[in-house]
């Protein structure tokens, strides 16, 4: 079993930045590639970044790419969202996700945690 948290998030005018960690518990942590997902009010949950088990893979949505930075520690268990040039656009929850292969599909995650609110305002 893989438990995820996360924290990190919060309001922040347009232009700051943020930065989102995922705890991870479960022993099988570091062979997981970890996602980010995000979900906006009435909208679909949408892909944002994955990185793989070594941290040598990593993959962006067009819309965060070159703002966005998935990194992770694997002696802490902790993966991590660094956002930068926030836009009101980027306002959602954010939540982390376990998988077993380097995907941008939701549906490919097998663990999911609950979520941090992040507000970009104009």
């Known amino acids: 079993q893989v438990q995820l948290v996360e924290s990190g998030g919060g309001s922040v005018q347009a232009g700051g930045s943020l930065r989102l960690s995922c705890a991870v518990s479960?022993?099988?942590?570091?062979?997981?590639?970890m996602g980010w997902f995000r979900q906006a009010p009435g909208k679909e949950r949408e892909f944002v970044a994955v990185i793989s088990w070594s941290g040598r893979i990593t993959r962006y949505a067009d819309s965060v790419k070159g703002r966005f930075t998935v990194s992770r520690d694997n002696a802490k268990n902790t993966v991590y969202l660094q956002m930068n040039s926030l836009r009101p656009e980027d306002t959602a929850v954010y939540s982390c996700a376990a998988s077993s292969q380097i995907a941008t599909i939701g549906d490919r995650y097998d663990y999911w945690g609950q979520g941090t609110q992040v507000t970009v305002s104009s």
């Open positions: 479960g022993r099988t942590y570091s062979m997981y590639h």
